[in-house]
């Protein structure tokens, strides 16, 4: 790790994605397997978003800026066929196990089981009366105008978070005792598991996009399993 957190690096200059614009479906198996998102930062930068289901448990996450060319699609990849509809203003996306809601602003995702249980949800209410202490998905420029993406989620109390690594995979990865493992498709990262704020989970990749996979499990074997059925998939 860095001497500096990930929100607190004086050589960087950070932003983040604020509100969706516009969606449409992503074509799946038989049907729809997510959704594709045009999303503009605090600062009004055009970004590309895209989340889709790869199996029932399992969901992918692409970001990138747009000037930096579209996200393309990856025909060999695994798609969940599911149903993707707006409901109360939000971008519903529903699977054969779980149910991903977009809160289109201020932009953030939460998934959920079909209880309404709360199993995930990206952290935008990391503050203090001054500043944000962790930053939603976003991005961040250091001096010499190289990017580097970060991504942060909730921590709720008690939980416990444990950096691994998926057999047969050099990628780094995380799993959490609240039932679910995130899988990075990149070289490296720098994870802050409720290290730097104890409500959030935070991570940064230093490339110019994020690709992750999240998969949901009651247990870490369950977890490994299911993304072993992924293929864990690379960076496409």
Known sequence: MPDATIFDDPTRSYCYLSRVVRYRRVPGPGGQAGARF????????????????????????????????????DASEPA???????????????SR?????????PFHYGVFDFDGRKLLVQQIGDVTPTRLVSLPLGYSRDAGGRIAFHESFEREPGERLQCQAAAGATNPSYSSSRGYGV???HA?????????????????????HLDYVVVFGKDGDEIMAR??????????
Do not use: H, K, W
Request: proline content about 4%; aromatic content about 6%.
């Open 188 to 208: 490296r990262a720098d994870f802050e598991l409720g290290s730097a704020s104890p409500i959030t989970v935070s991570f940064r990749v230093d490339e110019p």
């Open 80 to 94: 969940e066929q599911v149903s993707v509809e707006v409901r109360e203003g939000r971008v519903v996306v529903r």
């Open 227 to 236: 993304y072993a059925e992924t293929g864990g998939r690379a960076t496409a």
């Open 183 to 185: 899988f990075l498709n």
């Open 38 to 73: 045009a999303v503009l930062t605090n600062e009004g930068e055009a970004m590309a978003l895209e989340i889709r289901f790869v199996a029932p448990e399992a969901v992918r996450v692409r970001c990138r800026r747009v000037a930096d060319g579209p996200l393309r699609g």
């Open 97 to 105: 196990a779980l149910e991903l809601r977009v809160v289109r602003r």
